[in-house]
């Protein structure tokens, strides 16, 4: 099992930005993708960034690209959403993911452990 606690979100103005952190806990995760994910109200939940196991290769989804970066620190079981640039569509809960396997994942189905997820709110 792997526990993962999202935190770092809030209330941010347009164009501001955000670090979200995610601690993973339990079985190690550091052979493990990891994602980030968001549901907006009303929304099916989206994919929004991937990193393979040693932080080697990401993927990010086309409205964040250029945007948001993630990173990961395997020493601190630890993985990082930089925002920058937010948009009030940024708007969503947020979701950190542990993945089955150890290169990047874009299907939700692809991730067996999942956070509970942290508020993300962009002002216009």
């Known amino acids: 099992q792997v526990q993962l606690v999202e935190s770092g979100g809030g209330l941010v103005q347009a164009g501001g930005s955000l670090r979200l952190s995610c601690a993973a806990s339990?079985?190690?995760?550091?052979?493990?993708?990891m994602g980030w994910f968001r549901q907006a109200p009303g929304k099916e939940r989206e994919f929004v960034a991937t990193v393979n196991w040693n932080g080697g290769r990401t993927y990010y989804a086309d409205a964040v690209k250029a945007r948001f970066t993630i990173s990961r620190d395997n020493v601190k079981n630890t993985v990082y959403l930089q925002m920058n640039s937010l948009k009030p569509e940024d708007t969503a809960v947020y979701y950190c993911?542990?993945?089955?396997?150890?290169?990047?994942?874009?299907?939700?189905?692809?991730?067996?452990?999942w956070g509970q997820g942290t508020q993300v709110t962009v002002s216009s």
């Open positions: 993911a542990c993945a089955a396997g150890s290169g990047v994942g874009l299907a939700p189905g692809q991730y067996d452990y």
């Open positions: 339990g079985r190690t995760s550091s052979n493990s993708a």
